[in-house]
């Protein structure tokens, strides 16, 4: 769209001054762009209702596990230091015994813990069934920093066989990936709860 403008000038101060000033009018034609057009946000795959506020925290966007030594990374530094640096003695000790330890799941917010259960339900079809593998975030040890789920398969049998000499538990039968710090004094973990549902 060209719109033009004709610009007085000086010749409206003069004449507003009580001169009968000459009057030059410019002609000055400009380009102004288009409107911007809205833009919708993406598809929304993380919506999960009006409950959650943030429906990301704790999310690995591209589906690449982290190094457990990528600890600026929310989902690493938002974990219970203690329970961090149990993982990263554990992975370098798995790494001397040849076997690559990575953490596909942290630290997680309510909002995305919510999502997770939320999609568990519509998997399982029901409340009952997705609480067998996916806690509210109200009982999330995620949720507080004190659950870390480790992959790929190899690293968690190495973890399930050595991971109480770092403190380091296995919690439910039906996730090999699921591990808190909760070894007692003698390095023992409890007997495994059949699933998250307990």
Known sequence: MVR????IGSATVLAACGHAPEVMLVQTSITVPPA?????????TLSIGTGAVDTTGGWLPD???????ES???????????????????????????????????????????????????????????????ATPEVSKHVTGQAVD???PDADHWLIANGRQFGLCQIYANE????????????????????AAG
């Open 4 to 7: 033009t403008l004709a610009a």
């Open 36 to 44: 911007p057009v809205p833009v919708a946000p993406p598809a929304d």
């Open 63 to 69: 589906g690449r596990p982290l190094s457990p030594f």
């Open 72 to 134: 600026a990374n929310p989902i690493l530094s938002q974990m219970d230091p203690a329970l961090l640096a149990a993982v990263q003695n554990a992975a370098r000790a798995a790494q001397a015994s040849g076997i690559d330890m990575t953490v596909t799941s942290g630290w997680r917010s309510k909002g995305f813990q919510q999502r997770l259960f939320d999609d568990a339900v519509v998997a399982y079809g029901s409340v009952a069934a997705a609480a067998e593998f996916v």
């Open 150 to 152: 480790i992959g790929p």
């Open 176 to 195: 090999i990936w699921h591990f808190e710090l909760t070894a007692d004094a003698q390095g023992e973990c409890a007997p495994l709860k059949p699933n």
